[in-house]
């Protein structure tokens, strides 16, 4: 298991390889690598050229550790597993989709790592970009690996992103933090829309926004439905329903819905039907990377990333 610099990738692999620690083709030995692979495209494709020359593809892991989330794992089966959702999973009824990211944290002294990424690269490029996928995919042939990112591959590819509401900012006391160049341009927010540009989600908004020492700590999707036909003869203020998927700082669901106030009144309010995993859950919930590894042994690449999902 490396979570090791970029940069160190080649020369570390080789020495492995020359010891045979993991030897190319021998599937009972693996590698596992932590993000970053590279920081664009060029160092991407290169990184993964590297890699085959000393591993076989089936032997090497690519860990991206919010897909092991219990809630990221529950998108499917939210989307797949009900019929109320599976039937209304696109663009005559999504308005648009919200996948946030927020931390209160700085970057808690890990300025050698975090100026050379950012938020763009440290958290959309991985992190935000497989929720999206897994929200927009379509229904994968099985559940098995291959066949799963193979959907989310489409999706990646169909996606276009609105550079004109490209907002990155720096929070203040950044250039202060310890090892930060004085004139570091570094992001530490960024917020875009972006559209997929697929039959199922083609017009639909999606906005991603991630960054440090924001208001609240707080990573959500939020799905929110268009109006229906009827709300307009109501006269009365309603409002859209909205499904959240809570990741952080609490697993779990909402549905918002619109009700009647009780009583005498013809008043509303939106109401919140809301799930939480942690309040239902007896002992200790599993940690993302208890899954991932878990997931590794058992030689499972679900929850894993393949290097045409990176690379794209």
């Given at each position: 298991?490396?979570?090791?610099?970029?940069?160190?990738?080649?020369?570390?692999t080789?020495?492995?390889?020359q010891?045979?620690?993991?030897?190319?083709?021998?599937l009972?030995?693996s590698?596992?690598f932590e993000?970053p692979?590279?920081?664009?495209l060029?160092?991407?494709?290169?990184?993964?050229q590297?890699?085959?020359n000393?591993f076989?593809?089936?032997?090497?892991?690519?860990?991206?550790?919010?897909?092991?989330?219990?809630?990221?794992?529950?998108i499917?089966?939210v989307r797949f597993a009900?019929?109320i959702?599976?039937e209304?999973?696109?663009n005559r009824i999504?308005?648009n989709?919200?996948?946030?990211?927020?931390?209160t944290?700085?970057?808690?002294?890990?300025a050698?790592?975090?100026?050379q990424?950012?938020a763009l690269?440290d958290?959309v490029?991985s992190h935000?970009?497989q929720?999206l996928?897994?929200?927009a995919?379509?229904?994968?042939v099985t559940?098995?690996?291959?066949?799963?990112?193979?959907?989310?591959i489409k999706?990646?590819?169909?996606?276009?992103?609105?550079?004109?509401?490209l907002?990155?900012?720096?929070?203040d006391?950044?250039?202060n933090?310890?090892?930060?160049?004085?004139d570091?341009t570094?992001?530490?927010?960024?917020f875009?829309?972006?559209?997929?540009?697929?039959?199922?989600f083609?017009?639909?908004?999606?906005?991603?926004?991630?960054?440090k020492?924001l208001d609240?700590?707080?990573s959500?999707?939020e799905i929110?439905?268009?109006?229906?036909?009827?709300q307009?003869k109501?006269n009365?203020?309603l409002?859209?329903?909205?499904?959240?998927?809570k990741i952080a700082?609490e697993?779990?669901?909402?549905l918002?819905?619109?009700?009647?106030?009780p009583?005498?009144r013809?008043?509303?309010?939106?109401?919140e039907?809301?799930y939480?995993?942690?309040?239902?859950?007896f002992?200790n919930?599993t940690?993302?990377y208890?899954k991932?590894?878990?997931?590794?042994?058992?030689?499972?690449?679900?929850?894993?990333?393949?290097?045409?999902e990176i690379?794209?």
């Open positions: 298991y490396l979570a090791l610099s970029t940069e160190l990738f080649s020369e570390v080789n020495n492995i390889n010891s045979k620690l993991v030897t190319i083709g021998n009972n030995q590698i596992i993000k692979f590279g920081h664009d060029y160092s991407a494709k290169e990184i993964n590297m890699l085959w000393y076989d593809e089936k032997q090497i892991y690519r860990i991206d550790h919010y897909l092991g989330k219990e809630m990221i794992q529950n499917m089966m009900n019929r959702f599976e209304i999973w696109h999504i308005k989709v919200k996948i946030y990211a927020k931390e944290d700085g970057i808690l002294g890990r050698g790592y975090y100026d990424l950012g690269r958290m490029q935000l970009l929720i996928s897994l929200v995919m379509e229904v994968p559940y098995h690996s291959d066949d799963v990112k193979d959907e989310k999706v990646l590819s169909h996606l276009h992103f609105d550079s004109d509401s907002i990155l900012g720096q929070y006391g950044y250039l933090e310890n090892n930060i160049p004085s570091s570094t992001e530490t927010f960024v875009f829309k972006a559209y997929v540009n697929t039959p199922r083609k017009g639909v908004p999606f906005y991603l926004m991630s960054g020492k609240k700590k707080e959500l999707i929110e439905f268009e109006e229906t036909s009827e307009r109501w009365l203020p409002s859209t329903n909205k499904l959240f998927i700082p697993d779990g669901m909402g918002v819905l619109n009700s009647k106030v009583g005498l013809d008043d509303v309010e939106p109401v039907l809301e939480c995993v942690a309040c239902n859950e002992g919930l940690e993302a208890e991932l590894i878990i997931d590794i042994v058992g030689q499972h690449k679900t929850l894993l990333t393949r290097w045409d690379e794209l």
